[in-house]
């Protein structure tokens, strides 16, 4: 093997240390990548019928008020000025999400004032010093009327399980801005890449000390690999140790894509449903995260529905469930990690963490810095 050092995945997390390293530091890097793609999660594909670009796992849209992540993945990208805007149907009325002043006088069919709205919501809200499940928790912040229009079936089909069964961890706190600004994010920097996300993908990986192997699962080569040069693993961290101290527990999508004969499905790109007697969670409509592309046909659209269920081991597994069973296993597994010697382990798989695009790329960035850039002799 003509590597320095071998990157397992190459999602945002694997493709920053692998771009760095080959870059920055002249080494040789073996990237393997068992999909048959590069880009982790944030992969996208045009529609092969209409040209659209899909989110093949979920829309993604780039926000940081890292200045320093903005200038390095502005280094493989330009991005378009898109802010994200959210809408939650429930009942046959539409509502913007997160929550805010348009909500809020939607939902109770009146004008009210910055001031009144929040009167409103404190006079509903029902605190309780030690919510004992999800619903008292969110019940304690924004009162029982918005929690069971906006949250209740939203939650129990995100969960599968009825949110009073569900730890009240699990929401920190419910956004509420008293304000009519409906952006989905309050970041410095926001937008798309201009050219599609795997342009920028492909940008970063294109370096000549750079190989990536895809469709190699790094299990299959490991007993080649370890030991020979330094890991950087970013792939399932109960799967490297054999799922020896128990499966991580996660949450899975099912995606149903379809090309609708209309100009335009839903009026914007994503669309939550709120009813728990409507089995998906969300709609995405990729064509509204790109309205500058005037080449979009005009007589169809990509329309995406996202269902949510736990993972069994197969599974994709996407959003991390974290209960407390989880949290223990973890704390064993980040021990077990902490003696692997040679093997770095990062990203969102690596460390059982939900991790954004922009945290991935810092988390990536700090990577290089503190710990592979001293391992092999720079500083
Ligand atoms: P990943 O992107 O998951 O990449 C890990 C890679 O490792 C994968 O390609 C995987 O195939 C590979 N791999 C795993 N095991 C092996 C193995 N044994 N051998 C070889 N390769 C292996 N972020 C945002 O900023 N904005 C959003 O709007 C947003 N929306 C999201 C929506 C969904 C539904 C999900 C799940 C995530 C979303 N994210 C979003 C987060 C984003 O997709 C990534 O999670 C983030 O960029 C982390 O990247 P990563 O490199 O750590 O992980």
Same mark, same amino acid.
């Given at each position: 093997?003509?590597?320095?050092?071998?990157?397992?995945?190459?999602?945002?997390?694997?493709?920053?240390?692998?771009?760095?390293?080959?870059?920055?530091?002249?080494?040789?890097?073996?990237?393997?990548?068992?999909?048959?793609?590069?880009?982790?999660?944030?992969?996208?594909?045009?529609?092969?019928?209409?040209?659209?670009? %899909?989110?093949?796992?979920?829309?993604?849209?780039?926000?940081?008020?890292?200045?320093?992540?903005?200038?390095?993945?502005?280094?493989?990208?330009?991005?378009?000025?898109?802010?994200?805007?959210?809408?939650?149907?429930?009942?046959?009325?539409?509502?913007?999400? &997160?929550?805010?002043?348009?909500?809020?006088?939607?939902?109770?069919?009146?004008?009210?004032?910055?001031?009144?709205?929040?009167?409103?919501?404190?006079?509903?809200?029902?605190?309780?010093?030690? &919510?004992?499940?999800?619903?008292?928790?969110?019940?304690?912040?924004?009162?029982?009327?918005?929690?069971?229009?906006?949250?209740?079936?939203?939650?129990?089909?995100?969960?599968?399980?009825?949110?009073?069964?569900?730890?009240?961890?699990?929401?920190?706190?419910?956004?509420?801005?008293?304000?009519?600004?409906?952006?989905?994010?309050?970041?410095?920097?926001?937008?798309? &890449?201009?050219?599609?996300?795997?342009?920028?993908?492909?940008?970063?990986?294109?370096?000549?000390?750079?190989? %990536?192997?895809?469709?190699?699962?790094?299990?299959?080569?490991?007993?080649?690999?370890?030991?020979?040069?330094?890991?950087?693993?970013?792939? &399932?961290?109960?799967?490297?140790?054999?799922?020896?101290?128990?499966?991580?527990?996660?949450?899975?999508?099912?995606?149903?894509?379809?090309?609708?004969?209309?100009?335009?499905?839903?009026?914007?790109?994503?669309?939550?449903?709120?009813?728990?007697?409507?089995?998906?969670?969300?709609?995405?409509?990729?064509?509204?995260?790109?309205?500058?592309?005037?080449?979009?046909?005009?007589?169809?659209?990509?329309?995406?529905?996202?269902?949510?269920?736990?993972?069994?081991?197969?599974?994709?597994?996407?959003?991390? %469930?974290?209960?407390?069973?989880?949290?223990?296993?973890?704390?064993?597994?980040?021990?077990?990690?902490?003696?692997?010697?040679?093997?770095?382990?990062?990203?969102?798989?690596?460390?059982?963490?939900?991790?954004?695009?922009?945290?991935?790329?810092?988390?990536?960035?700090?990577?290089?810095?503190?710990?592979?850039?001293?391992?092999?002799?720079?500083?």
């Amino acid at each position: 093997m003509n590597a320095d050092l071998v990157v397992v995945g190459s999602g945002l997390f694997g493709l920053t240390v692998a771009e760095r390293c080959a870059r920055d530091l002249g080494l040789r890097v073996l990237v393997l990548e068992r999909r048959d793609h590069i880009g982790g999660n944030a992969y996208s594909a045009p529609d092969p019928e209409t040209g659209i670009e %899909v989110h093949v796992y979920g829309t993604h849209l780039f926000h940081t008020s890292n200045a320093l992540v903005w200038e390095y993945a502005g280094r493989f990208t330009s991005f378009t000025p898109y802010e994200h805007r959210v809408y939650t149907i429930f009942k046959g009325q539409v509502y913007p999400m &997160p929550i805010n002043l348009a909500t809020i006088c939607a939902f109770y069919g009146r004008a009210l004032s910055p001031g009144q709205a929040r009167d409103l919501v404190a006079r509903h809200a029902v605190p309780v010093a030690e &919510p004992r499940n999800l619903e008292e928790k969110a019940v304690s912040l924004i009162g029982r009327p918005l929690y069971e229009a906006l949250i209740q079936g939203y939650t129990a089909k995100q969960w599968q399980t009825d949110p009073r069964d569900l730890p009240a961890e699990i929401i920190t706190r419910l956004p509420v801005r008293y304000t009519f600004d409906g952006r989905y994010f309050d970041d410095t920097y926001q937008g798309l &890449p201009s050219d599609g996300y795997t342009a920028w993908l492909e940008r970063m990986a294109d370096h000549p000390r750079i190989e %990536v192997r895809a469709g190699t699962d790094f299990f299959d080569v490991r007993d080649r690999i370890a030991g020979a040069v330094p890991i950087v693993y970013t792939g &399932p961290l109960d799967r490297y140790f054999g799922h020896a101290e128990g499966e991580l527990s996660w949450r899975t999508l099912d995606f149903t894509v379809e090309v609708a004969p209309t100009p335009d499905y839903q009026g914007t790109a994503v669309m939550n449903y709120a009813d728990a007697d409507v089995p998906w969670t969300r709609v995405h409509e990729f064509r509204h995260l790109h309205p500058e592309r005037h080449w979009y046909p005009r007589d169809s659209t990509v329309v995406m529905r996202e269902y949510s269920r736990p993972a069994a081991r197969d599974d994709e597994p996407y959003y991390p %469930v974290n209960a407390p069973a989880d949290r223990a296993r973890l704390l064993r597994y980040r021990e077990l990690a902490r003696r692997e010697p040679g093997v770095f382990f990062g990203g969102r798989l690596g460390t059982y963490a939900y991790l954004d695009m922009h945290m991935a790329i810092g988390a990536a960035l700090s990577m290089y810095r503190n710990r592979l850039r001293p391992l092999f002799g720079r500083r």
